[in-house]
């Protein structure tokens, strides 16, 4: 009951924030839920400028990392969304709000054990790439080397369990109350999403995979994977 309870509050306060920005329309053509249609209804409703894609990016934006991934997900399914609505969802990949710097420092400091100025000669504030998990900053390492900094998000694995459960109770009433859909398989589908989300908000896994695929590519002269910095990589920091 208090997990219904929870996801039931969650899901009106992602209805109003849809309204705000004139974004229902997708939501309010499905039935998912029992009474999703009779809720919608109630939602009061404000006409915003800009095209539909536009406004469920910035609803998206609003809703947090696991809705954005979600819609970067949809970006590139053009043949479902139309390519107007996928292009407007693009932007969501890597044209995000940053997060303060000091919050970078912050992380940075927290997960590697050093005060930055000890990492890094210089840290440039301004990151040069903002996306749902993480940002990314320019830096020189105390031993001059220029490195790209990739931090995650504040709180990001929290939002992420929060609003995962959600998708994942959605999925169960969707294949209890349609069992026609049941062979899309929606339960195991969230449950993947989780797992990649899971692995790809520990930077360990991509630093190893970048560092594998600079191994394999070694000989060729045409591929270069830039070389980790082990000494300052960790699960929130690359």
């Known amino acids: 009951?208090?997990?219904?309870?929870?996801?039931?509050?969650?899901?009106?306060?992602?209805?109003?924030?849809?309204?705000?920005?004139?974004?229902?329309?997708?939501?309010?053509?499905?039935?998912?839920?029992?009474?999703?249609?009779l809720l919608l209804r109630l939602v009061p409703r404000r006409r915003t400028g800009g095209r539909?894609?536009?406004?469920?990016?910035?609803?998206?934006?609003?809703?947090?990392?696991?809705?954005?991934k979600?819609?970067?997900?949809?970006?590139?399914?053009?043949?479902?969304?139309?390519?107007?609505?996928?292009?407007?969802?693009?932007?969501?990949?890597?044209?995000l709000p940053p997060f303060p710097p000091e919050k970078a420092r912050a992380t940075i400091e927290a997960e590697l054990g050093k005060p930055v100025a000890a990492l890094f000669a210089a840290f440039e504030d301004?990151?040069?790439a903002a996306a749902s998990i993480a940002q990314v900053h320019f830096a020189t390492t105390t031993e001059g080397e220029q490195v790209a900094v990739k931090v995650l998000r504040p709180d990001v694995e929290a939002a992420f369990t929060r609003d995962i459960d959600l998708f994942l109770w959605i999925a169960e009433i969707v294949e209890r109350v349609h069992p026609a859909w049941r062979r899309l398989k929606p339960v195991e589908t969230v449950k993947i999403f989780a797992a990649t989300v899971r692995d790809e908000m520990d930077l360990r896994f991509e630093a190893a995979a970048a560092s594998e695929l600079?191994?394999?590519?070694?000989?060729?002269?045409?591929?270069?994977?830039?070389?980790?910095?082990?000494?300052?990589?960790?699960?929130?920091?690359?």
């Open 1 to 37: 009951m208090i997990r219904t309870a929870r996801n039931v509050v969650r899901l009106t306060s992602i209805c109003w924030t849809l309204a705000r920005y004139d974004a229902l329309q997708p939501l309010s053509e499905l039935q998912l839920v029992p009474g999703l249609r």
């Open 52 to 68: 539909l894609g536009e406004r469920i990016a910035n609803a998206l934006e609003e809703l947090g990392p696991a809705f954005i």
């Open 70 to 95: 979600f819609g970067q997900s949809l970006s590139t399914r053009s043949d479902l969304i139309g390519e107007t609505v996928a292009e407007d969802l693009g932007r969501l990949r890597d044209r």
């Open 126 to 128: 301004t990151p040069i």
């Open 214 to 238: 600079a191994e394999n590519f070694a000989d060729d002269p045409d591929f270069r994977v830039p070389t980790i910095d082990w000494r300052r990589t960790g699960r929130r920091v690359l």
